[in-house]
Each structure stands twice: as C-alpha cells, then as structure tokens.
T-cell receptor
Framework: NAGVMQNPRHLVRRRGQEARLRCSPMKGHSHVYWYRQLPEEGLKFMVYLQKENIIDESGMPKERFSAEFPKEGPSILRIQQVVRGDSAAYFC?????????????FGPGTRLTVL | DAKTTQPNSMESNEEEPVHLPCNHSTISGTDYIHWYRQLPSQGPEYVIHGLTSNVNNRMASLAIAEDRKSSTLILHRATLRDAAVYYCILFGPQGGSEKLVFGKGTKLTVNP
C-alpha cells in the first residue's frame, strides 16, 4: 500500500507565476489535509477536504490560494501569482475516516521556491 | 485550540532512554493525545497516541498522567535516527474543523 504521494517534490517558480501542487492520498483515504511550513517555522494547517468538498479552509490565505479534491484524481493546491513569501514546504496528509482515534499519514512534501 | 507546552530542546545519548514531556492542562475529556515527529527535510510521521491509558507500540511508549494534564513520550533506546522535532498534539472534536495544531515541538538531539 503506497503512502501519501506528493508531486512535484521541488518546484521553482518566478514571481507572478502559478504553482500547482498535487497530493494523492493513501488508497481508501477520503480525507485530505494540507499544511504549510515556512522556513524555520512550525507546520500550519491550511485546508481540510473530503471528496469534492472543502470542509475547513480557515488556514488558507484569503487570496491567490485554492484547493480541490475531485471525485477522480489527486487533490490540488493551487497558488496563483506566487510571491516570495509563498516559498515554503507544503505537506499533504490523509486519513481514512474522521475519528480522532486515528492518525494522519503525511506525504514527503513539495518544496516551493519563488524566485 | 487546546494548547500543549513542551521544552524547546532536549539532548540524549545513543542507546539511552529518552523521556519527552508535554503539559496539556486544558485538555478536554474527548481529546486524544497524539505525538508526531518530523525528521530533517521530511514530512511529519505519526508516533503514538492515547486517551487515558498508557500505550506501547514498536516505536515508543506513551505515559499519560492520571489527571491527563500531562504526558510523556518514551523512546526506550534512542538511535541517531530518532533525532527529530517531536510534537505533542491534542486532537479531538473541533466542531467540524478537524486539523492537527502543531506547536513548536521539542527538538531532540541524539549524541553518538
């Protein structure tokens, strides 16, 4: 059973370009979470999605950021018109069902660098 | 969000036990105590979790105080690979917002 997969692992964008980060959850997992880790900082929750639904986006910046988890295919975190402050590691996690007696499985992350 | 307090850093020697403390005095009755760790340049990794009773798995043990206001993650024999930031997280029903709230964690250094 493959773990959570994220691609690309490293992404370089120039200011103003778009960044698309993909996350394939573990097989059978229908809950996906995105977290961001700025340089020398802790992990911060961004968004929680179930298939085709955004459940909690309280951690998403109000502009330029969006996320989706379609019925088929990976979850996508999209950052439009990137700025240098978006440079960070973006981690995706998944879980099979929502109970708190359960762990979240994290992917290896996508490291975004904005030039 | 429920809060946890951990020391910023701890140091251990290889093959010795390590006790990582966590205080969570505002824990609610429905909060599970989860521990994750993050090795350098990697994603977080689940370690262990518990509710009231002490827990053991292949990675570690979790000792939970009787009043649940504190817990201790125990690594029985530290290895160099255990050098990581360890996060103690309270995870429970949040009214639809089911996120892990990471604090600063404890950076564990393991000396050879």
């Amino acid at each position: 059973n493959a773990g959570v997969m994220q691609n690309p692992r490293h992404l370089v964008r120039r200011r103003g370009q778009e960044a698309r980060l993909r996350c394939s959850p573990m097989k059978g997992h229908s809950h996906v979470y995105w977290y961001r880790q700025l340089p020398e900082e802790g992990l911060k929750f961004m968004v929680y999605l179930q298939k085709e639904n955004i459940i909690d986006e309280s951690g998403m910046p109000k502009e330029r950021f969006s996320a989706e988890f379609p019925k088929e295919g990976p979850s996508i975190l999209r950052i439009q018109q990137v700025v240098r402050g978006d440079s960070a590691a973006y981690f995706c996690a998944s879980s099979p069902i929502l109970i708190h007696n359960n762990e979240q499985f994290f992917g290896p992350g996508t490291r975004l660098t904005v030039l | 969000d429920a809060k946890t307090t951990q020391p910023n850093s701890m140091e251990s020697n290889e093959e010795e036990p390590v006790h990582l403390p966590c205080n969570h005095s505002t824990i609610s009755g429905t909060d599970y105590i989860h521990w994750y760790r993050q090795l350098p340049s990697q994603g977080p990794e689940y370690v262990i979790h518990g509710l009231t009773s002490n827990v053991n798995n292949r990675m570690a043990s979790l000792a939970i105080a009787e009043d649940r206001k504190s817990s201790t993650l125990i690594l029985h024999r530290a290895t160099l690979r255990d050098a990581a930031v360890y996060y103690c997280i309270l995870f429970g029903p949040q009214g639809g917002s089911e996120k892990l709230v990471f604090g600063k964690g404890t950076k564990l250094t393991v000396n050879p």
